[in-house]
């Protein structure tokens, strides 16, 4: 039976992390998402991992994932090695925090038709999906900049257990994609869901992001689809442009807590 286990986003709450952490723990959240590059001093040392472990076990929380952004997808050729090494340390890192997945945005997904460049990207998924298992932690992709079908065929082409998931409903609808079907495509492989919701403004000919609850994403049917593969992961509750932070999450937790 699936179980909601609740995150909070610090990023949203627009607090340094030691001030964020409190009230994280204040709104019932059970865990958190960080962001590596913008709430933890690069390199992050040994010193700070114990620091940082002993404030998450002070207030009762564990972390839901960590995200790192890097600046180009997986596959582009500029950096490559470069960026394959961060995710690498940052792997390293998230298991060192007992965390499991490491959350990045992967970028415009080749076809499969595109041979040459597919064939780069798998081998850099493989390449990092090995060295996940090793150190225990998930490479995790936020869907969103492709169709849920297209990575869901990218999954199903690289080896078993190379990548995972984090099911963002809301992103796919600001990048113009079907939410409807993500559940099912890509429940199997999903190991976070980031609780975002988000409408398309005809007006505006755009899509913006809207409070939980509000936007075109029928949570109901989302937790079902993950329950029938047997999700057991966080939901991480954010959103940037929140004006009350606070707030905000309290109404979408309610929210989705009533749909149990």
Known sequence: ?????????????????????????????????????????????RTAVRQLLKWLDDYRLRIACLTFQTRHGLGDPIHLERRIEAI??????????????LVCDLGEIPKSDDVERRSVWLDVINELGRFAQKEGAFLTARTGAAESRDLAEL???????????????????????????????????????????????????????????????????VLAGLEQHGFNGYTTIGRMEASNPKLEYQQAAEYLQNLF
């Open 1 to 45: 039976m699936l179980q909601l286990k609740l995150s909070v986003q610090l990023a949203c709450l627009g607090l340094p992390l030691k001030s964020a952490l409190p009230l994280a723990a204040e709104l019932g959240a059970n865990a958190v998402e960080i962001d590596v590059r913008k709430e933890l001093p690069l390199p992050v040392s």
């Open 88 to 101: 690498k340390e940052n792997l390293r890192l998230a298991y060192q925090l007992g965390c499991s997945a």
């Open 155 to 221: 999954l199903r082409d690289a080896h078993p257990g190379s990548l995972m998931v984090d099911l963002d409903p809301g992103n796919l609808i600001l990048h113009g994609h079907p939410w409807d079907r993500a559940a099912q495509e890509l429940g199997a492989y999903t190991v976070h869901l980031h609780a975002r919701d988000a409408v398309r403004d005809f007006s505006a000919r755009r899509a913006i992001e809207v409070e939980v609850g509000r936007g075109s994403v029928d949570w109901a049917a």
